[in-house]
């Protein structure tokens, strides 16, 4: 195969972004749309997506544009998984960085199932669901037993001399 028709395997990812807080609930939806017409325009496959929603950042964040500094304690935060060649996920990157609109946003690889649901344990051994929150059942903790001997062995392959 020459290098001409040579194709890159295609790769799935999601991108996560920040919009500024600026832009008005009535043109969110444009906004959305500029980043999937970038991914459509690189040839991505869209997968799944979550519509931005506001929320307050962990920190304050700055965005500058051109002479202007504005520093943001909320954004819209959405999120859209794709499929498509690397070098698509880095024009999407390029263009992303010289948007005036986005704040901060990430790109990375992940798969294509569905990943959101599921069960997060506690220190109780309670199994707690992601999005109710609400105990489901006691689970039992299975703890090795060890002998202090048995440990210092342990111990000792790992050291380094």
């Known amino acids: 195969m020459s290098e001409d028709t040579k194709t890159e395997k295609a790769t799935v990812y999601e991108v996560g972004y920040h919009i500024v807080p600026t832009v008005s609930p009535e043109n969110l939806p444009k906004e959305v749309e500029a980043i999937k017409a970038i ?17 307050p950042l962990a920190y304050e964040m700055l965005k500058v544009v051109g002479p202007k500094r504005d520093y943001f304690e909320t954004a819209y ?20 960085d010289v948007s005036e609109k ?3 946003f990430i790109i990375v690889k992940t798969v294509r199932e569905n990943t959101m649901h599921g069960h997060k344990f506690v220190k109780d051994g309670t199994s707690v669901s992601r999005h109710t929150a609400s105990t489901d059942k006691k689970v039992e903790s299975v703890k090795p037993e060890a002998t202090a001997e048995e440990l210092d062995k342990s111990i000792d392959k790992l050291v380094i001399e």
């Open 77 to 96: 935060f959405g999120w859209v998984k794709f499929e498509a060649e690397p070098k698509a996920a880095v024009e999407l990157k390029k263009a992303l």
């Open 102 to 104: 986005v704040l901060r």
């Open 39 to 55: 991914l459509g325009k690189v040839g991505a496959t869209i997968i799944s997506e979550e519509g931005p929603k506001m929320i």
